[in-house]
């Protein structure tokens, strides 16, 4: 799809709540038909700041802040449990539209990681017990086996939340909506949490 410019994006377009303004947003990438819209670019940092970033799927939001599921003993679990903040990146080229997100990031509580396990497809439960996530595996057969393996043990019942796996929460303390201009003049406006509950809008230069 080519890209298409949209008008100026003006202050007073803008919700007074940056997740109100989030939702209308991801509700256009949607209806536009993007495939995976809810795909974000998750950054996160070791003790020593040293970087990765990979791409995991949003699978909450609301007044809290943005969630995402993974292995614990992934390498992104064990970058947050020694350094608990991240940035987010959501990226729509066809509507020339990106979300910047940066704040700590704390995890769900039990109940919530056991309701969205319980609503994943069964393989995907049973991946969560098979996988040894980024840890050095011998083969493509091994993991098969595996998998195998757990299939077996669960078979015939439902396959429980392993304590290694559940939610985290990015706790967004900046968000920046960008949009695309004529000329290079991109529109950047950023919401910057200045009380638990209140957030300033400022312009930010392309």
Not at 15 to 34: H, K, S, Y
Not at 37 to 64: F, S
Not at 116 to 144: D, K, M, T, W
């Amino acid at each position: 799809m080519t890209e298409q410019l949209s008008s100026p994006l003006h202050r007073q377009r803008l919700d007074a709540d940056p997740f109100q303004q989030f939702r209308r947003w991801l509700t256009d990438a949607e209806q536009a038909g993007i495939e995976l819209a809810n795909a974000m670019t998750l950054a996160t940092a070791d003790r020593d700041g040293k970087p990765a970033a990979r791409i995991v799927l949003l699978r909450g939001l609301d007044e809290r802040g943005f969630a995402f599921f993974s292995n614990y003993h992934s390498r992104k679990g064990q970058q947050l449990g020694e350094n608990p903040f991240a940035a987010l990146v959501f990226y729509w080229p066809e509507l020339a539209r990106q979300v910047r997100i940066e704040g700590t990031v704390e995890l769900l509580s039990l109940a919530e990681s056991d309701h969205y396990f319980a609503s994943r497809p069964r393989g995907h439960q049973l991946e969560a017990h098979a996988s040894a996530q980024s840890q050095v595996i011998a083969s493509r057969q091994y993991l098969e086996q595996e998998f195998s393996i757990v299939e077996q043990q669960f078979a015939g019942r439902d396959v429980p939340r392993p304590q290694h796996w559940g939610g985290y929460r990015v706790v967004p303390q900046i968000l920046e909506f960008w949009q695309q201009g004529a000329h290079r003049l991109h529109d950047r406006l950023r919401y910057r949490r200045f009380k638990p509950n209140g957030w300033v809008i400022e312009r930010l230069a392309p």
